[in-house]
């Protein structure tokens, strides 16, 4: 069967690899424009970061609806999202280095600073719409990485009530990355 537009998805969803082929060659420029925006500064991450874009289209694009959103928007969301992901794996990674050339460490510490800077920046205009109850649960459960349990716990809130809430600021956050999209 040959993959065009109107039927890759569907072949994705079928497992099909020629569909994921297709989805480099016409869809490509989304991943490299957004790596380029957010990984500028991290090169040798950006062939990693491909891959792994493109394998959570793979596994993930049963959660793709096409009457609810455009493909392109969808693979933009899903690169940006990883390109952060990869952010925040240097960042970890190069706190955890031991280096003793000072001027090394003095270069790690200001990319570390920019990437600090960048993924703040990032979070911040994704955090920025939702109230700021919300938006602390958010940053207790994806940045801080403690569980619902313990977020109950700090917020005095039920677990199906943080549920709700991280749902609805998903939503939210998804519908106003949407508008941001179609505006570029």
Do not use: P
């Not at 040959?2 to 297709?22: G, H, M, T």
């Not at 957010?38 to 990693?48: A, I, K, P």
């Not at 109850?133 to 005095?156: A, H, N, P, Q, V």
């Amino acid at each position: 069967m040959k993959i065009s537009d109107e039927n890759f998805i569907a072949e994705l969803k079928k497992r099909n690899q020629d569909a994921l082929e297709y989805v480099l060659k016409h869809y490509g420029w989304i991943i490299k424009a957004t790596i380029s925006k957010h990984l500028y500064n991290l090169s040798n991450y950006e062939d990693d970061c491909i891959n792994d874009i493109l394998l959570a289209v793979w596994n993930n694009i049963n959660s793709f609806d096409e009457e609810r959103g455009d493909f392109k928007n969808w693979l933009a969301g899903v690169s940006k999202y990883k390109c952060i992901d990869y952010k925040r794996k240097y960042l970890k990674h190069i706190k955890h280095e031991n280096i003793d050339d000072l001027n090394l460490r003095t270069h790690d510490l200001v990319i570390e600073d920019i990437i600090s800077k960048e993924i703040s920046k990032d979070l911040n205009d994704l955090l920025n719409c939702l109230k700021k109850e919300d938006r602390e649960i958010f940053i207790k459960l994806y940045i801080e990485e403690k569980e619902i349990e313990d977020i109950s716990l700090d917020t005095g809130l039920k677990k199906d009530v943080i549920y709700n809430r991280l749902s609805r600021g998903r939503r939210k956050m998804r519908n106003i990355f949407k508008l941001i999209e179609s505006r570029e």
